[in-house]
Structures are given as structure tokens and as C-alpha cells.
Nanobody, 122 residues
Framework: QVQLVESGGGLVQAGGSLRLACAAS????????VGWFRQAPGKEREFVAA????????TYADSVKGRFTISMENAKNTVYLQMNSLKPEDTAVYYC???????????????WGQGTQVTVSS
């Protein structure tokens, strides 16, 4: 059974940085991608970034390009999201999920974790 567990969220001032982690276990990931998504109150879940488990190809939403970096550490089965130059509009619950590349729509991902709250104060 695939399980994804997010961690690393918190409260940070605008311009600051956070690193989120998504620890994966169970199932197989070699043919899949792991994606980060976020959901703010009253809004739909939106794509942030994704990385292919095999090969490490990355994809980013335009809103985070140049500020966020997705990476993976295969030995730890963990995918990271380094978030720099954070803005108040980045405030949301961040989730990771497993999907079949090149999908970036939330409905094409599953095995969601419980999410981790990121709050950016102005």
C-alpha cells in the first residue's frame, strides 16, 4: 500500500524559505512521478511541481518557477520541495501525491498524504 507523508511546514515571513519533505513507502514508484500540490482556503487544489521517480525530470507551475525547487533522494525514498522567496500568496496546505507522468492535474494523482500547513506572513 502506497503511503506518502509530508512534513516541514510552518510559519515564515515573506521572503523567507522552507523545505518540505514527502516520505514515500509501499508500492512502486519507478514508473511514476511525485507531485506537490497546494490548497488554500476556499480554493481548489493546484499543481506546484512534480518530479519523475526515474530520471528526475521536473515540472513547475509558472507561479513558483525560479523560487521553488523539487528534488529527490532515492536512498531515503523522499521528495523535497525547497521554497525560497516565499510570498503571502504561497500560504496553503501542501500535499504530495503519486501520479503517472506527464500528468499535472490533481485528479490524475492519488495516494495523497495528510498535508502540511505553510503560512507566509507579510
Amino acid at each position: 500500500q502506497v503511503q506518502l507523508v509530508e512534513s516541514g511546514g510552518g510559519l515564515v515571513q515573506a521572503g523567507g524559505s522552507l523545505r518540505l519533505a514527502c516520505a514515500a513507502s509501499g508500492g512502486t514508484f519507478s514508473s511514476y512521478a511525485v507531485g506537490w500540490f497546494r490548497q488554500a482556503p476556499g480554493k481548489e487544489r493546484e499543481f506546484v511541481a512534480a518530479i519523475r521517480w526515474s530520471g528526475g525530470t521536473t515540472t513547475y507551475a509558472d507561479s513558483v518557477k525560479g523560487r521553488f525547487t523539487i528534488s529527490m533522494e532515492n536512498a531515503k525514498n523522499t521528495v523535497y520541495l525547497q521554497m525560497n522567496s516565499l510570498k503571502p500568496e504561497d500560504t496553503a496546505v501542501y500535499y504530495c501525491g503519486r501520479g503517472m507522468p506527464p500528468a499535472i492535474r490533481p485528479k490524475d494523482f492519488g495516494s495523497w498524504g495528510q498535508g502540511t500547513q505553510v503560512t507566509v506572513s507579510s
